[in-house]
């Protein structure tokens, strides 16, 4: 996930690509090593945030909506969904 945009945006343009670089960088390396993983820090706008690290409700949202998109592809590739989407 990453840190709120008020913060990320204090960084100078190249640090930022860096730092979404390196984010999905680790979340290459976790999937690669056989983990799930979910980047997705670009995706979140400043009023996502409560503060530095809590989302908001709506932020909270996004990242229940993202993660459950997550959770089907993954279910899907285990074979635990029907050809119907529905799960076995």
Do not use: C, T
Not at 18 to 43: D, R
């Amino acid at each position: 996930m990453g840190f709120s945009p008020y913060y990320v945006d204090q960084l100078a343009a190249d640090e930022r690509r860096e730092f979404f670089h390196g984010l999905a960088e680790i979340g290459s390396v976790l999937e690669q090593a056989g983990f799930n993983a979910l980047v997705m820090a670009e995706e979140f706008r400043l009023d996502d945030f409560w503060d530095r690290p809590h989302l908001s409700g709506r932020g909270g949202r996004k990242l229940a909506e993202a993660v459950a998109r997550k959770v089907r592809l993954v279910a899907k590739r285990l074979g635990y969904l029907e050809e119907e989407g529905g799960i076995r």
